[in-house]
C-alpha cells in the first residue's frame, strides 16, 4: 500500500507530519488525531458516526507486565471531537476469549455487559457494540467509517460484485448483518478467506480500512474512498439522468425561504402532537435534486440503508402533496390538506411497529414523521433538539447521496423493515435512551425576547436558554446585536441560538424576525415584550414627539409583536406564552411620568385583552411589573435617571439606594429577577395562569393590585 501524500479530489488530506512528529511513540495520541481528521471531513463519516482503534503495549498495572491494549472509540461520542475520555480501553486478550463464552445471535445483547470485564483503563468510556468488529481483527489502526461513496456500493443490488471488480480482490465483503460480536468474527473469517485484502465492506452498512500504523490507516482510507468517490463520478450519466431527471424546478431562493417560513410553523403544530418538537429547514442543491426529481416516488418510501442513517431519520420521510407555489395564507385549507397525511403516516408508523416488533420490545415512539421534504421548496426535519433536528437533515442527505449513487451503478437497495425495526428499536439503543439526561423545563420551547442585546432582555433570553430554549436575539443596534449573539453562541452553542434586528415599530423587521425563527427553530412558542424607552418630564416640557416615541415603542411594538407572535403560535396550535414586561408605573402616579406611566397602563390593560381573546387557543398572556431595576438597563439612557433624580429631589447617584430603600424588602432589584419571574411564567409550573400580574419590586405597596 502506498503511503506518500497523495493529491485527493473526493476527501480531504488533512495529516500534518510536523503535528503528528509530535506525537510519535504515543498509539492513543496519534490514534486522536487521526479520528479528529477524519472526523473534519463529512464526506468520510457523518456527525456521531463510526469508530476508530488502534492497539498498542502497555503496563498491566497488577503485574508490570507489558501487554495488549485496544483503545476504540466508546459509546456515543464523535469522532470528529474525540478525546481521550472518550476512548474504551480494553485488555485485547480478554476481548478475544470471550468467544469461548459466546452462545450465539439469540444472545448477542449480553456480550455488551461482559465487555466490562475486558476493561483495562477503568476511567474510560464505556464500550460500544462495535467493540467486537475492532478486536478480533490483528491490525494496529483501524477506522470503520460510513462515507457516502463507499455505502453506495454497499446499498447497490450488485455491491459485492462491484467491490471484488472495483478493488481487484482488495477488499472484502461481509452481508448485512446488525452490528454485534458476530459481526466482529465475519470479519475476522472475512480476514481469514483473503489474506491481504487492506478492508472490507460492509453491504448496506459503511467501511473498514486498518494499516500497521495510524497514518497508513489514514492514508489507505482515503484512498478506498477516494477509489469508490471516482467510481460513482465516472458513472452518473451513464444510465441516464440522475434520480430519472427533473419533474420539476424549485422555486427562486428567496421564494423557497418564503414558503418554508410560512409553513413550518403549521408542520411543527403536526410534529409536535404528542412532544413539542425543534424544527430545521435545509435547501441545500442535493436534497433538491432528489425532491424534484421523478424517482422521488419509488425512492422516497424505501427509505435508508445504513443503521447510522436510518436511526436518525425514521423509517421513511413524508413527503407533502402541495405544490411549490401553494398560496399558504389560507391556514385552515393547508391544515385541512396536510391533516390526512399525517394521519396516514402515523398510521402506516404504527403497521410497521406492530408487523415487526417482539414480545420484549420497548413501547412505541413518537409515530410522527421526523424528515418531511416539500417539492420545490426544500427539506425540514423535527426532533426533541435543534441540533438532532439539524443532523437528522444532514443525515437524510446522506442517504440521498447513497441512493443518487447506487442507482448510477447498480439498483439502490434499503433494509428490509425487520431488520430496520431490529435497529430502531434495539434494547440496547433503548437503554441509550433511557440514560439520557431529563430534559429541561423549556426544552422544545422557542422564545423571542424583544431587545434581548441587552439588560432586562439579555438576562431573560439567558434564563430561558439556560432552561433548555432555543432562543432568537434580537436588538435595534446591531453591534450590540452581535455582542451578544457571540456571547449566547459560545455559552449555548450554534444550535440553540439564532440572532434577528428587529425594530418593533417596524413591521417589515417584525415579520422577518417571525421569519426567521421559522426558518431556524420552526416556529415561536414565547413572546416577551421587553424592548422599552424611558422619558421623565413635567407634563408642560413633555413634547408630541417624546409621547408618539413612548407610545410607539411600548405600546405598538407590544401589539404588534404580540400580533405577529400570536398568528405563529395558531398556526402551531400547541399553544403559548406572550409575556409583556411592563412597570409599576403601570398602577402608580408618581412625578413627571404622564407619558411613560400611561403608556405603561396602556400595556398592562393591553395584556389583560390578549389574555381575553386567546384564551381558547391555549396561550397565556401575563404581565410583570418591574420596578428600579438599574443595573445594565437601558433604561437610564436619555436623561431618565437626571429626570427622577430631579423628581425626588436626591443626584442620580443616589438613585439606586433610594430605590432600594422605598421597598418592603429594602432590596435592589437586578435584570435576574426579572428573567425568573418570566421563567416562573412560562416554566410549566403556572400553565393555568393567564392575564395575571407579578410584581417585582422588592415591595411597593401604592403598586399593589387591589
Known amino acids: 500500500m502506498s503511503v506518500k501524500t497523495a493529491e485527493f479530489k473526493n476527501v480531504s488530506y488533512l495529516w500534518d507530519d510536523a503535528k503528528a512528529a509530535t506525537m510519535a511513540g504515543d498509539e492513543v495520541a496519534l490514534l486522536i488525531y487521526r479520528s479528529n481528521l477524519l472526523g473534519a471531513d463529512l464526506r468520510l463519516t457523518n456527525y456521531g458516526g463510526g469508530n476508530t ?7 498491566n498495572p497488577l503485574t508490570g507486565e507489558e501487554t495488549e491494549v485496544m483503545w476504540v472509540k466508546g459509546s456515543g461520542g464523535d469522532i470528529g471531537t474525540l478525546k481521550k475520555s472518550g476512548l474504551a480501553a480494553l485488555y485485547v486478550d480478554r476481548l478475544r476469549s470471550l468467544k469461548n463464552v459466546y452462545r450465539g445471535l439469540a444472545h448477542e445483547d449480553e456480550m455488551v455487559e461482559l465487555f466490562n470485564h475486558c476493561i483495562y483503563d477503568l476511567a474510560s468510556k464505556a464500550p460500544s457494540i462495535d467493540t467486537a468488529l475492532h478486536g478480533f481483527l490483528p ?3 483501524i477506522d470503520h467509517l460510513h462515507p457516502d461513496a463507499a455505502i453506495a456500493i454497499a446499498a447497490a443490488k450488485d455491491g459485492k460484485k462491484i467491490t471484488q471488480e472495483l478493488f481487484n480482490g482488495t477488499i472484502g465483503w461481509v452481508e448485512w448483518q446488525k452490528p454485534g460480536f458476530d459481526l466482529g468474527l465475519q470479519l475476522k473469517q472475512c480476514l481469514d478467506e483473503n489474506p491481504g485484502i487492506r478492508g472490507i465492506m460492509l453491504g448496506s452498512h459503511g467501511l473498514f480500512t486498518w494499516g500497521d500504523t495510524a497514518y497508513e490507516s489514514y492514508v489507505n482510507t482515503l484512498e478506498v474512498i477516494e477509489r469508490c468517490a471516482d467510481y460513482l463520478n465516472d458513472n452518473y450519466g451513464k444510465k441516464g439522468p440522475v434520480f430519472g431527471g427533473a419533474k420539476m424546478q424549485s422555486l427562486p431562493k428567496e421564494e423557497r425561504l418564503k414558503q418554508a417560513a410560512a409553513l413550518a410553523p403549521v408542520l411543527r403544530g403536526f410534529c409536535s402532537s404528542q412532544t413539542k418538537m425543534i424544527g430545521h429547514f435545509t435547501d441545500d442543491d442535493r436534497a433538491l435534486e432528489f425532491i424534484n426529481s421523478n424517482d422521488l416516488a419509488r425512492l422516497a418510501p424505501l427509505g435508508t440503508s445504513c443503521p447510522d442513517h436510518f436511526l436518525r431519520t425514521k423509517i421513511s420521510p413524508l413527503v407533502l402533496p402541495l405544490s411549490a407555489t401553494e398560496d399558504l395564507n389560507n ?7 396536510l391533516q390526512p397525511e399525517f394521519e396516514a403516516y402515523r398510521k402506516m408508523y404504527a403497521e410497521y411497529y406492530n408487523t415487526c416488533k417482539h414480545p420484549n420490545s420497548p413501547a412505541i415512539r413518537d409515530a410522527n414523521p421526523v ?5 420545490g421548496v426544500g427539506l425540514f426535519t423535527f426532533a ?6 439539524r443532523v437528522a437533515a444532514e443525515f437524510y442527505i446522506n442517504a440521498i447521496n447513497v441512493m443518487k449513487g447506487a ?4 439498483e439502490y437497495t434499503s433494509l428490509p423493515r425487520q431488520e430496520a425495526f431490529n435497529i430502531e428499536y434495539w434494547l440496547l439503543e433503548e437503554a441509550k ?3 439520557m439526561p431529563k430534559a429541561k423545563p423549556l426544552s422544545g420551547r422557542i422564545a423571542l425576547v424583544t431587545g434581548s442585546a441587552g439588560g432586562i432582555g439579555k438576562a431573560i433570553a439567558k434564563k430561558f436558554a439556560e432552561e433548555g430554549a432555543c432562543v432568537i436575539i434580537n436588538d435595534i443596534n446591531e453591534e450590540r446585536l452581535q455582542t451578544a449573539t457571540d456571547e449566547f453562541q459560545k455559552s449555548f452553542g450554534k444550535d440553540n441560538a439564532a440572532a434577528v434586528t428587529l425594530d418593533v415599530t417596524n413591521l417589515d423587521t417584525i415579520t422577518k424576525a417571525m421569519e426567521s425563527a421559522a426558518l431556524a427553530f420552526g416556529g415561536v412558542d414565547i413572546i416577551v415584550n421587553n424592548a422599552g424607552i424611558s422619558t421623565s418630564k413635567p407634563i408642560a416640557d413633555h413634547t408630541i414627539a417624546d409621547w408618539d416615541k413612548l407610545y410607539d415603542i411600548l405600546v405598538k411594538g407590544q401589539f404588534l409583536v404580540s400580533q405577529a407572535g400570536i398568528a405563529v403560535m395558531r398556526k402551531q396550535n400547541i399553544g403559548g406564552d406572550i409575556i409583556n414586561i411592563v412597570s409599576k408605573n403601570a398602577v402608580v402616579a408618581g412625578p413627571n411620568n404622564a407619558g411613560y406611566g400611561s403608556a405603561k397602563a396602556a400595556q398592562a390593560h393591553l395584556t389583560r385583552l390578549m389574555a381575553a381573546e386567546v384564551g381558547a387557543d ?3 398572556v401575563n404581565t410583570v411589573n418591574p420596578d428600579a431595576v438599574i443595573a445594565d438597563s437601558n433604561i437610564w439612557a436619555g436623561g431618565w435617571a437626571e429626570g427622577r433624580a430631579k423628581a425626588y429631589g436626591i443626584t442620580v447617584e443616589e438613585l439606586p439606594a433610594y430605590y432600594a430603600k422605598r421597598t418592603l424588602l429594602n432590596e435592589a432589584i437586578l435584570p435576574d429577577d426579572i428573567a425568573n419571574a418570566c421563567f416562573a411564567f412560562a416554566g410549566g409550573l403556572l400553565n393555568k395562569s393567564t392575564g395575571n400580574v407579578l410584581n417585582v419590586d422588592g415591595g411597593v405597596a401604592m403598586a399593589f393590585l387591589r
Open 139 to 141: 491490525f494496529k489502526h
Open 384 to 389: 426533541k433538539d435543534k441540533q438532532t433536528a
Open 433 to 435: 435512551l433511557q440514560r
Open 53 to 59: 482503534s488502534c492497539k498498542a503495549m502497555a503496563k
Open 618 to 620: 391555549k396561550i397565556r
Open 371 to 375: 424528515v418531511i421534504l416539500y417539492p
Open 407 to 410: 442507482e448510477a451503478i447498480s
Open 331 to 337: 391556514v385552515a385549507a393547508i391544515k385541512e390538506k
